[in-house]
């Protein structure tokens, strides 16, 4: 089960402004607990328990449902992405050869766990079972860059790119 | 609009523009002055590939040449054979260009538009083992030759966001005749007699579901929904129709709604289909500015809307209940049947939830009456299926074939085989909950009950086509391993029973299988089938009983064994070097990720099996061919 998501919630007025003209501009539609989940989710980039309890106060549905909601689909994200999207392949071939140790390594460089993001929203780490480069075992991906062959030392120079 | 005749008269219009797109012929010509028409796929498949920067160069290309005037460049939904996409149709004529690059544009207009020289070598080429390769106009391939496209009538044909090409096909005449000349009961007994089944997979009468719920007219509320939630993996059927032919979806279910006595539809279109929502809420935009939606239309006092709703990942919201659920703001966990939708569904209200697919069907079937339908197709499957090819075999894409097309023609003719010289193993139909067709079974006729007495199912369409180098037991336990992560978890037989055969399968093969395993596996399977509250559960172990039943040798050679006779399974699977073969130059050893390979140069090697990883990267670097599985 992922942890709770060590990105302090960063809501601005504008988005809590926008978020409740989209709740009473659906408050009257049946069922509109989804679209107005979706359009929080657009607003806010994911919908942390703070959003989560505007919805339920302004709706009058209990924070259960809410978050009964928010858990079951697999698009809504309790936990921010970050800019940079970093995945780290666990696959055999990968593991092998040490992308286990470069995971921790990027876990204590970035200070958070497989499925968070940094507070400062820059990054996110994920894991994923192997991009077909075993090859160029051990891989990572950045977004969309491919680094192969990646050592533990080269994890400070790898974040350094972006941030 | 407010009439019949205001709709006519569009249709007459567009009959002459459109008139060009409807045949090869070299003499055809558009009532809009243009020389040309070039339709543009843009199904998600070429978009992806990059048809939306075709467009913009066509767009300039044709400025520079002067001829912006004279030709019309058509952005279209897919037109079905994707391996070979992006896809470009140019009329008259119906040339059929492939592989379409964005620097192909520049060459297309300037000798084929301007100058009337079709470009060669882009235009798509058939060959047939011994003959010589030929050149075909569009509707000649092999490939189309053979369908009969009813649901996918407007696919490739038509642009989607222009509702006037719409009304130029017929479109929204259905719904006028029966506005104005049909009674409720008439319109349910024409869906009853075409034999038209739900398309969705199960094959349910969709006129038995109609008259189900056609009580109590206009004294209760009722409504009218539309599956959109096509999750099968390898399923793009549903996807192809909404983003080609948006309206049919509309049209169909306002027809519906007059029939049971509703007037508000939804549709649930799952939200991984950005370009289908898009297509859709553009549609819905100018069906209303017609008048064609909402209040009194075409001035019969019949009203009805339709609302849009997303899905947010969830595969068991496919399954009808759940997509109820989910339309409510719930999460979307099915409910027991009875009492069925028709009778208490959304919101409690009698409903009636159809197809993508099956909508599509509905116009034509009211236009030219249910003995059209019922012409096409089997005794008890009337009409046609549209069916999504994938796996291994040539043509990749979307066809829509009448109903008792022997799978072989399917195969091998309108799929153009199984690449690689490859021997034909298994063709998969009804994704997830579906079983496998084998080979002594290549001929059979394709239908509801043809398919579902060798244990498979129709489905929703995707046929995924497996050769010689596919494990079965793989297979079924990939299909197992989705099931597991879809299941929503409420009963019992589906959240425990399918983890329980996924952790069988997985020791299967991974060699610590036994043979008690097996009676295991089936006795779950019959369990789970019998006792799961929805159709996921139901059908999640088809896979399993299918492969078991036509491919038992090989679960039994993983298991007596400890062999994966396709060379699949890693754990079964050792990679050998042939020490003849080898010439020790020693590529492989220095590319493998973990130092398993032993020798020395020109020395043969060695593969250190304990330390192999089975990852394959020794076999793809071997210039020599001395590295194979066994």
Redesign the interface.
């Known amino acids: 089960m992922k942890k709770k998501s060590g990105v302090p919630f960063n809501g601005t007025k504008e988005q809590e402004a926008k978020l409740l003209e989209v709740i009473d501009e659906l408050r009257a539609t049946p069922g509109c607990l989804m679209p107005i989940m979706q359009h929080a989710q657009e607003i806010y980039g994911y919908l942390p328990y703070e959003v989560q309890k505007i919805i339920s106060d302004q709706l009058g549905v209990p924070m259960e449902k809410v978050y009964g909601v928010a858990t079951f689909y697999a698009q809504f994200n309790l936990n921010p992405k970050g800019t940079y999207k970093i995945s780290v392949c666990l696959g055999t071939a990968c593991y092998v050869k040490g992308s286990g140790p470069i995971m921790e390594e990027l876990e204590k460089q970035l200070g958070i766990h497989d499925g968070e993001c940094t507070s400062d929203g820059l990054f996110s780490l994920d894991t994923c079972r192997c991009v077909g480069a075993c090859g160029l075992a051990p891989v990572l991906l950045v977004n969309d860059d491919v680094y192969g062959r990646v050592t533990v030392e080269q994890v400070s120079e790898i974040l350094g790119k972006y941030r | 609009m407010k009439t019949l005749e205001e709709l006519r008269a569009i249709r007459e219009k567009m009959e002459g523009i459109l008139q060009v797109r409807l045949a090869d012929a070299e003499s055809a010509k558009s009532d809009d002055n243009c020389r040309y028409h070039v339709l543009v796929c843009g199904g998600t498949g070429c978009t992806s590939s990059g048809s939306v920067q075709i467009i913009k160069n066509l767009e300039e290309e044709l400025k520079a040449n002067g001829i912006e005037n004279d030709v019309a460049i058509v952005k279209t939904g897919c037109h079905g054979l994707c391996a070979v996409g992006p896809l470009m149709v140019v009329y008259p004529g119906g040339t059929f260009y492939t592989r379409v690059d964005e620097k192909d544009v520049k060459e297309i207009v300037e000798s084929h538009l301007k100058n009337g020289k079709i470009v060669d070598r882009l235009v798509y080429t058939e060959t047939n083992e011994g003959t010589e390769a030929i050149k075909k106009a569009y509707r000649e391939t092999t490939f189309y030759r053979k369908q009969k496209r009813i649901a996918l009538r407007n696919c490739g044909v038509i642009n989607p966001e222009k509702i006037d090409e719409y009304i130029g096909t017929r479109g929204y005449e259905a719904l006028g005749k029966v506005l104005t000349t049909m009674t409720p009961d008439e319109v349910i007994q024409t869906v009853l007699d075409s034999g038209l089944r739900g398309r969705g997979g199960a094959g349910f009468p969709t006129g038995l579901k109609w008259k189900f719920a056609s009580g109590n007219r206009g004294n209760v509320q009722k409504y009218v929904c539309c599956n959109a939630d096509e999750g099968d993996p390898g399923a793009f059927m549903d996807r192809s129709v909404l983003e080609g032919d948006p309206h049919v979806v509309f049209e169909a279910m306002a027809i519906a709604g007059y029939a049971i006595g509703s007037n508000q539809g939804y549709i649930y279109v799952r ?1 991984e289909y950005p370009i289908a929502v898009e297509r859709l809420t553009i549609a819905l935009k100018q069906a209303r500015e017609y008048g064609l939606l909402g209040k009194d239309i075409f001035g019969t006092g019949f009203d009805f809307d339709i ?1 849009l ?6 595969f068991v919201c496919g399954e009808e209940t759940a997509l109820m659920t ?7 966990e099915p409910r027991p049947r009875p009492p069925f939708p028709a009778v208490k569904g959304l ?1 409690g209200k009698p409903t009636i939830l159809n197809n993508v697919e099956t909508w599509a069907n509905v116009p034509q079937i009211i236009l030219n009456g249910p003995e059209w339908f019922a012409s096409m197709g089997t005794e008890k499957s009337k009409g046609t299926k549209v069916f999504a090819l994938g796996g291994k075999i040539n043509h990749t894409g979307l066809v829509e074939i009448p109903m008792g097309t022997p799978l072989r023609t399917v195969i091998e003719e309108i799929g153009g085989g199984i690449p690689n010289g490859k021997k034909f193993k298994a063709a998969q139909t009804g994704g997830p909950s579906g079983g496998c067709i084998p080979a002594e079974h290549f001929d059979i006729p394709i239908d509801y009950d043809n398919l579902i007495s060798i244990g498979s199912m129709m489905g929703s369409g995707g046929l995924i086509v497996m050769d010689e180098d596919n494990c079965m037991v793989d297979i079924a336990k990939f299909f197992l391993q989705f099931t597991v992560d879809e299941s ?1 978890g409420k009963c019992t037989p589906c959240r425990v029973g399918t983890k329980r055969m996924l952790e069988i399968l997985d020791r299967i093969t991974a060699g610590k299988g036994t043979m008690k395993d097996l009676d295991e596996l089936e006795e779950l399977a019959y369990y789970i089938k019998d006792n799961a509250l929805c159709g996921l559960g139901q059908t999640a172990p088809n896979p399993v009983l299918s492969t078991l039943r036509f491919f038992r040798d090989e679960y039994i050679a993983h298991i007596e064994e400890k062999r994966c006779p396709a060379g699949v399974c ?1 754990a079964l699977t050792n990679f050998y070097i042939d020490p003849e073969k080898c010439k020790g130059c020693t590529l492989c050893a220095r ?1 493998c ?2 130092d398993a390979i032993e020798g020395s140069v020109k020395v043969p090697h060695v593969i250190n099996t304990e330390k192999c ?5 020794c076999m ?2 071997c210039k020599f061919g001395a590295i194979s599985k066994r």
């Open positions: 939200a609302d709703r997303l899905g947010a990942g969830a989910s339309i409510e703001g719930n999460r979307g919101f929503c890693k590319n990720p973990v990883i089975k990852c394959g990267t793809d670097n």
